[in-house]
């Protein structure tokens, strides 16, 4: 096993880690597949209102690859489908029935698996909705089912500090797990399997299938923040990678024939110690965030999530909610204050001399402001970037040069825009620059 160990990143200690118990969640009256988490989808509809629709039922599909479809979560009738801006498709919502009625797609063992022809495994994961949890560095967009990728990346640890933990998504899960494998190395004999440190304790069922143990410093387990670290060769870049849990399901979905309908969620809130939870995919925000104060920010991750409506649901790659304090006004006499509480990367705040557990809040302290050329956001950067001089690039429409400085390494954490003291959204900044790119390719 390797170790990787970046230098930079987020070292402070975060309040709000969840406990380590499990409760399962009751059945929710809706549930949600929401299109607003999955990156570069251009979602063509596939059902009406008022339609009824089973489990594993297609809801809509990527109109780039109709194959590609979303299946319904539960048995039910279509509720509501909600638009955006420009009628851009949010999330199909069902009004669940009491018994699911699953689609059935026919199960496939371990025996078959050795014959099935690459094509049929590959049609098959994506008619059962699963296909796209194989995503591809460096945009992140749904796996090019007609390459060969260079290496998979297995994610053990989510998106955040606080995503559920691997002891305990794989408990009981180990066989299906090993399935999960095995389809992987249908597409390459390269599997980098990564864990964080803080994990490895409860994960000796599956030591011997870990590859890469990674520091528990944020973003380290990132997959694009792995590659940087572990790539020898420009090919290596579009690395496919995919979590724990979408292994799971697609391990899953293969070997009983249906659509899996759960999925281990946390939720953090300031100190509270809250179990882990099992809940339908696509659970309502409400059931899973219990009471809130209003006008609490709910996130699916504290630097690089998305902001959630409280009226919605979770997205499909989403597996954690966190509920910060949204306090937009200034704080009273704030700089005579020493910060003991708050989180400080740039040593502003005595808090950084101390070693106690810090909160976030939503607080942005001022408006954004022009760059001060600080270098907050170059020391952080677990990459090496230099991100306010690709931001420069990207606003003079200079893309070649944002290439040239290493835009496309970018792992797209949120740590600069959180270090950056002029508030400048860096992250955004780069992570419209990667996309536009990746749509300019695609044509
Ligand atoms: S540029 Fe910003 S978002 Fe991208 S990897 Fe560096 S710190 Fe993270
Ligand atoms: S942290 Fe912000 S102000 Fe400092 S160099 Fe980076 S972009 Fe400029």
Redesign the pocket.
């Known amino acids: 096993m390797e170790t990787l160990a970046p230098s930079k990143g987020f070292k402070l200690k975060l309040a709000g880690m969840p406990d380590t118990s499990v409760i399962r969640l009751t059945r929710p009256a809706t549930v949600g597949v929401s299109a607003q988490d999955i990156p570069h989808i251009r979602p063509k509809l596939l059902v009406k209102e008022k339609e009824a629709v089973k489990t594993g039922t297609p809801l809509f599909c990527d109109k780039r690859d109709p194959a590609i479809q979303y299946l319904s979560p539960g048995t039910g009738t279509v509720k509501q489908i909600c638009f955006g801006a420009r009628r851009r498709l949010l999330e199909v919502v069902i009004a669940l029935d009491s018994m699911d009625d699953f689609v059935e797609f026919g199960p496939v063992t371990s025996a078959d698996l050795v014959q099935l022809p690459d094509q049929e495994l590959i049609d098959r994961l994506k008619q059962g909705g699963v296909w796209q949890s194989l995503r591809q560095l460096p945009a992140r967009d749904t796996a090019d089912s007609g390459t060969a990728p260079p290496l998979i990346i297995v994610c053990l640890n989510g998106n955040d500090l606080f995503s559920p933990h691997p002891g305990q998504v794989l408990e009981n899960n180990i066989p299906q797990f090993e399935f999960g494998l095995a389809v992987l190395k249908r597409f390459c004999d390269r599997i980098i399997v990564a864990a964080r440190t803080s994990s490895m304790e409860q994960l000796n069922p599956v030591r011997h299938l870990i590859t890469h143990q990674v520091s528990d410093t944020y973003p380290a387990w990132n997959p694009g923040a792995i590659l940087y670290h572990i790539k020898e060769k420009p090919e290596e870049n579009t690395a496919w990678y995919i979590h724990v849990q979408d292994l799971l399901h697609l391990a899953r979905f293969l070997k009983t024939g249906r659509y899996p309908v759960e999925t281990m969620v946390t939720v953090t809130r300031g100190d509270d110690k809250k179990p882990h939870m099992i809940a339908r995919r696509g659970a309502p925000i409400p059931l899973l965030a219990g009471n809130f104060p209003a006008g609490s920010l709910i996130t699916t991750g504290r630097f690089n999530g998305r902001k959630v409506d409280p009226d919605t649901h979770l997205g499909f790659f989403e597996t954690t909610l966190n509920i910060l304090p949204d306090t937009p006004e200034d704080e009273m006499f704030g700089f005579l204050r020493p910060g003991l509480n708050k989180p400080t990367v740039s040593r502003a705040f005595l808090s950084c001399l101390i070693d106690r557990e810090v909160q976030l809040d939503g607080t942005l302290h001022g408006e954004e402001r022009a760059?001060?050329?600080?270098?907050?956001?170059?020391d952080i950067c677990p990459v090496d970037l230099m991100?306010?001089f690709i931001?420069k690039a990207l606003h003079g429409d200079d893309i070649e040069e944002a290439l040239e400085l290493g835009l496309l390494d970018c792992c797209r954490c949120g740590l600069?825009s959180f270090?950056?003291?002029?508030k400048?959204e860096?992250t955004r900044i780069l992570s419209q620059g990667m996309d536009t790119h990746h749509k300019d390719k695609q044509g």
């Open positions: 760059c001060i050329n600080c270098s907050y956001c170059e991100p306010s931001m600069c270090t950056c003291p002029s400048i860096l």
